[in-house]
């Protein structure tokens, strides 16, 4: 048999552990032990039973008096200890190193700051100034803790170990959390809350870390987020924390109970916070999705403790700014854009004048829609809720179809009419205070009276008034049938056109020029 080989399956540590075991054994049992090669030489010790039985200068032995010095070890000792665990996170799990260095890890944290992790894994948030560096006064080997580690300023919310800690792999992290009792939904700790956001921000900005692996850690963050809510959290943070976890393996449960607490405090939300990008499987630039969900949550709650409207119209006037905003994307359908714009109920806006321009710019930015889609999108606005000026540039707008503007001007004098009744029946003997007169081209203009000391009108002159309102009518109805006429004379002239193209191409053919030659000659 050449080259004779033994595999050894599943070796914590691979190669490099099995080498520094051969240094051991070929060296008389001598061999130099660090806080970083620690790990590999114990759970190889264990994996290859390198006990009393086999010798009394054995390996386990030498790295459990090393490991009995673990109280000694400086912050940064401990921290490159763990982190070369990783490779072999489940052997040193079953050991038990792992739940020695985490021990060790959080006594160092409890002694260099003013928060204690013992007795308790729930803690109230400190002020901005318990932040503070590490006091290793009562450290044993605090000139060595001093020299190795030098915390940064930490800002508001943040401790002096929250860095430190991103250098280590998610399930260590996991350990961590599970041995202070706040892994999961057991999480119901601000602090540890905070340190998971900034974990997993630095998660994100690691090249080629595998996300799904931080999908139990986005979980127990937002468990924590929603346990402390509006007290902890702003709306703007709440975004935050949604863009910040959701590409990192969140569940769904988890996601639709942030969701639920952002929907709550949409009143107090921004522009700016809507805007989430949609990613490449939404079809679109922004996440649609997210903001109907939003709004769909708030609209419920509304109803089921009482409609606020002055909140209610703040979110009105926020909806029509996202509508204004999304309406270029060129991955935006009309189902979507009328699915946000119809989200609200009516009495959450006094003026659908933004609705109206958000419909324009839409119709803008897609100009190869049919008639019937132009015609299906309008249907979110309230006619009687367009201000004049509004009402006057829709009849002027050759984007939308003449029905709809029709409709608009209709809505409109039907509006006025009604006003003048109620005018008329409170003052029956005060003139009217302008009179509507509409062009030919839809258009209305107010006249204001003459002079407030002018007498009044005799009642007769109401039928009058109605009568030629009537005729104005008249006259706008009969405009846009003649709009009509002259669209049908345009797509047959357009049609016209056609057809003389074709005959211009077939007059430019070879055979043409041959005939035209020869009647030449």
Same mark, same amino acid.
């Not at 390198?50 to 054995?58: D, F, L, R, V, Y």
């Not at 119709?363 to 979110?380: F, V």
């Given at each position: 048999m050449k080259n004779p080989s033994i595999k050894i399956m599943d070796f914590p540590g691979g190669s490099d552990a099995f080498e520094l075991v051969l240094r051991f054994c070929y060296n008389d049992g001598r061999l130099l032990m660090t806080p970083t090669n620690l790990p590999l030489l114990h759970c190889s010790a264990i994996d290859l039973e390198m006990t009393e039985k086999a010798s009394t200068c054995n390996l386990l032995r030498q790295t459990e008096t090393f490991l009995d010095g673990l109280f000694y070890w400086t912050w940064n000792d401990i921290l490159c200890s763990l982190k070369s665990c990783e490779p072999f996170i489940s052997s040193a799990d079953e050991s038990g190193l792992l739940h020695k260095l985490v021990s060790s890890l959080l006594a160092k944290i409890s002694a260099n700051s003013e928060i204690s992790f013992a007795g308790s894994a729930s803690f109230s948030a400190p002020s901005s100034s318990s932040s503070s560096s590490p006091d290793t006064s009562n450290n044993p080997q605090s000139s060595s803790s001093t020299k190795t580690h030098d915390p940064i300023k930490p800002s508001f919310g943040r401790e002096w170990w929250?860095?430190?800690?991103?250098?280590?792999?998610?399930?260590?992290?996991?350990?961590?959390l599970a041995a202070l009792g706040a892994y999961g939904e057991d999480n119901k700790n601000l602090i540890l809350t905070r340190f998971l956001l900034h974990y997993l921000k630095s998660a994100i900005q690691k090249a080629g870390s595998t996300r799904f692996e931080y999908g139990g850690l986005a979980d127990t963050a937002v468990h924590g987020v929603v346990l402390m809510g509006r007290t902890a959290f702003s709306c703007r943070g709440l975004f935050w924390v949604l863009r910040t976890v959701s590409c990192l393996g969140l569940s769904k449960e988890c996601r639709v109970k942030l969701e639920r607490l952002m929907g709550l405090m949409l009143d107090m939300a921004t522009l700016d916070d809507l805007l989430v990008s949609g990613g490449s499987s939404n079809g679109g630039v922004y996440d649609v999705n997210l903001v109907l969900r939003l709004v769909r949550v708030y609209v419920e709650a509304s109803m089921d403790v009482g409609v606020c409207l002055p909140k209610m119209k703040k979110v009105g006037r926020l909806v029509d700014k996202y509508?204004?905003?999304?309406?270029?994307?060129?991955?935006?359908?009309?189902?979507?854009?009328?699915?946000v714009a119809e989200s609200l109920p009516d009495c959450a806006r006094d003026c659908f004048d933004g609705v109206y321009r958000a419909v324009d710019i839409f119709l803008e930015s897609h100009p190869t829609m049919s008639s019937e889609e132009r015609t299906r999108l309008c249907r979110c606005l309230n006619y009687e809720k367009l201000t004049l000026e509004a009402c006057k540039d829709l009849a002027k707008n050759p984007r939308i179809p003449p029905r709809i503007a029709m409709q608009a001007l209709v809505s409109q004098q039907s509006k006025l009419q009604g006003r003048r009744a109620v005018i008329g029946q409170y003052h029956p003997k005060t003139p009217s205070s302008s009179r509507?007169?509409?062009?030919? +081209?839809?258009?209305?203009?107010?006249?204001?009276? /003459?002079?407030?000391?002018?007498?009044?009108?005799?009642?007769? &002159? =109401?039928?009058?008034?109605?009568?030629?309102?009537?005729?104005?009518?008249?006259?706008?109805?009969?405009?846009?049938?003649?709009?009509?006429? +002259?669209?049908?004379?345009?797509?047959?002239?357009? /049609?016209?056109?056609?057809?003389?193209?074709?005959?211009?191409? &077939? =007059?430019?053919?070879?055979?043409?020029?041959?005939?035209?030659g020869l009647r030449l000659c």
């Amino acid at each position: 048999m050449k080259n004779p080989s033994i595999k050894i399956m599943d070796f914590p540590g691979g190669s490099d552990a099995f080498e520094l075991v051969l240094r051991f054994c070929y060296n008389d049992g001598r061999l130099l032990m660090t806080p970083t090669n620690l790990p590999l030489l114990h759970c190889s010790a264990i994996d290859l039973e390198m006990t009393e039985k086999a010798s009394t200068c054995n390996l386990l032995r030498q790295t459990e008096t090393f490991l009995d010095g673990l109280f000694y070890w400086t912050w940064n000792d401990i921290l490159c200890s763990l982190k070369s665990c990783e490779p072999f996170i489940s052997s040193a799990d079953e050991s038990g190193l792992l739940h020695k260095l985490v021990s060790s890890l959080l006594a160092k944290i409890s002694a260099n700051s003013e928060i204690s992790f013992a007795g308790s894994a729930s803690f109230s948030a400190p002020s901005s100034s318990s932040s503070s560096s590490p006091d290793t006064s009562n450290n044993p080997q605090s000139s060595s803790s001093t020299k190795t580690h030098d915390p940064i300023k930490p800002s508001f919310g943040r401790e002096w170990w929250f860095d430190d800690l991103t250098v280590l792999p998610p399930p260590i992290i996991e350990r961590f959390l599970a041995a202070l009792g706040a892994y999961g939904e057991d999480n119901k700790n601000l602090i540890l809350t905070r340190f998971l956001l900034h974990y997993l921000k630095s998660a994100i900005q690691k090249a080629g870390s595998t996300r799904f692996e931080y999908g139990g850690l986005a979980d127990t963050a937002v468990h924590g987020v929603v346990l402390m809510g509006r007290t902890a959290f702003s709306c703007r943070g709440l975004f935050w924390v949604l863009r910040t976890v959701s590409c990192l393996g969140l569940s769904k449960e988890c996601r639709v109970k942030l969701e639920r607490l952002m929907g709550l405090m949409l009143d107090m939300a921004t522009l700016d916070d809507l805007l989430v990008s949609g990613g490449s499987s939404n079809g679109g630039v922004y996440d649609v999705n997210l903001v109907l969900r939003l709004v769909r949550v708030y609209v419920e709650a509304s109803m089921d403790v009482g409609v606020c409207l002055p909140k209610m119209k703040k979110v009105g006037r926020l909806v029509d700014k996202y509508l204004g905003e999304i309406s270029p994307d060129q991955g935006l359908r009309v189902s979507k854009f009328l699915a946000v714009a119809e989200s609200l109920p009516d009495c959450a806006r006094d003026c659908f004048d933004g609705v109206y321009r958000a419909v324009d710019i839409f119709l803008e930015s897609h100009p190869t829609m049919s008639s019937e889609e132009r015609t299906r999108l309008c249907r979110c606005l309230n006619y009687e809720k367009l201000t004049l000026e509004a009402c006057k540039d829709l009849a002027k707008n050759p984007r939308i179809p003449p029905r709809i503007a029709m409709q608009a001007l209709v809505s409109q004098q039907s509006k006025l009419q009604g006003r003048r009744a109620v005018i008329g029946q409170y003052h029956p003997k005060t003139p009217s205070s302008s009179r509507i007169a509409y062009s030919t +081209v839809g258009e209305m203009e107010t006249e204001e009276a /003459s002079s407030s000391s002018s007498p009044p009108p005799p009642t007769e &002159s =109401m039928p009058e008034e109605k009568e030629e309102m009537r005729l104005n009518f008249e006259r706008m109805r009969w405009r846009v049938m003649e709009l009509e006429k +002259v669209c049908k004379e345009m797509k047959g002239q357009m /049609s016209k056109m056609n057809k003389n193209k074709k005959v211009n191409k &077939s =007059m430019t053919s070879p055979s043409h020029h041959h005939h035209r030659g020869l009647r030449l000659c």
